[in-house]
């Protein structure tokens, strides 16, 4: 069974830093882009950061310059690194990948169960 497992979400003050993780696990044979969201309850879900297989990035204008995507694809992690947070940045942050079960088959979107950061001020 594929699974994403996020970690490493919690309290901070504003403009302090939290590292999220989230690990793919499961019989995976292909990676595709990976990438981090986030929601707020009763709100669409919003993309803050992606990253394809070749490690380009993509940031939502927000947080341009504060949150920072990696990848690591042997372990089959993605890393986002969240600097001069503020209380805005508080929601349910959720992990998604694009990830290929058989060789030869296609990508198909997968999504962790959430970490929730919260900014205080």
């Known amino acids: 069974q594929v699974r994403l497992v996020e970690s490493g979400g919690g309290l901070v003050q504003a403009g302090g830093s939290l590292r999220l993780s989230c690990a793919a696990s499961?019989?995976?044979?292909?990676?595709?882009?990976m990438g981090w969201y986030r929601q707020a309850p009763g709100k669409e879900p919003e993309l803050v950061a992606t990253i394809t297989s070749s490690s380009s990035t993509n940031y939502a204008d927000s947080v341009v310059g504060r949150f920072t995507i990696s990848r690591d694809n042997a372990k089959k992690t993605v890393t986002l690194q969240m600097n001069s947070l503020k209380l805005e940045d508080t929601d349910g942050y959720y992990c998604n990948a694009g990830l290929a079960t058989q060789w030869y088959g296609a990508f198909s979107d997968y999504w962790g169960q959430g970490t929730q950061v919260t900014v205080s001020s």
């Open positions: 499961g019989s995976i044979f292909r990676t595709n882009a």
